[in-house]
């Protein structure tokens, strides 16, 4: 599972939590789009040509002076692709951020202590009950085929 969001140095400021969707600047001027974090390095989608990049979280090997100089704002694109799993219809494709697999929605369940939904893998067919903390997405199919076709 991909690690969303991170505590990275931010210029003077020190650590500073970082969420996936965050436009950040770096020392050389260029801005980012913050997706997931790694060891030594994360994931940011370049604002100007949309391409994924890793990006160091330090300036240099072995310095502490930090690569990120200043966070921007909030990538709105990012952020419009989450969906609240209260507004799943019976029957609606969705995703989970950071895996492979699409489900369709079929019910939201109550267990104890949590909550849970209910969904069915297209691929084996299994019902599968997923907790709440996931970020879920939507799955839009006639999106999809556009991009078959026109790819």
């Known amino acids: 599972m991909a690690n969303t969001q ?18 950040v600047e770096v020392i050389t001027g260029e801005q ?3 997706m997931e974090a790694k060891r030594t390095r994360w994931v ?3 604002k100007k040509d949309g391409k994924s990049y ?20 909030k ?7 989450k969906t609240d799993y209260k507004k799943f219809k019976v029957g609606q ?3 989970l951020e950071g895996h492979k697999e699409t489900f369709m929605f079929m019910k939201v369940e109550r267990r104890r202590t949590k909550t849970v939904v209910k969904g069915k893998d297209l691929a ?3 019902i599968f009950n997923i907790e709440t903390q996931f970020t879920f997405t939507k799955v839009d199919v006639n999106k999809m085929k556009k991009e078959l076709i026109n790819a």
Do not use: H, M, N, Q
């Open 6 to 23: 991170a505590y990275l140095p931010v210029g003077d400021k020190g650590l500073t939590l970082l969420k996936k969707g965050d436009i």
């Open 32 to 34: 980012f789009t913050f």
């Open 44 to 46: 940011g989608k370049g």
């Open 54 to 73: 890793s990006v160091p979280v330090y300036a240099t090997r072995g310095s502490s002076k930090p690569y990120i100089t200043k966070i921007v704002g």
């Open 75 to 81: 990538d709105k694109v990012v952020e419009a692709a």
């Open 93 to 95: 494709l969705f995703a």
């Open 124 to 126: 084996s067919g299994k």
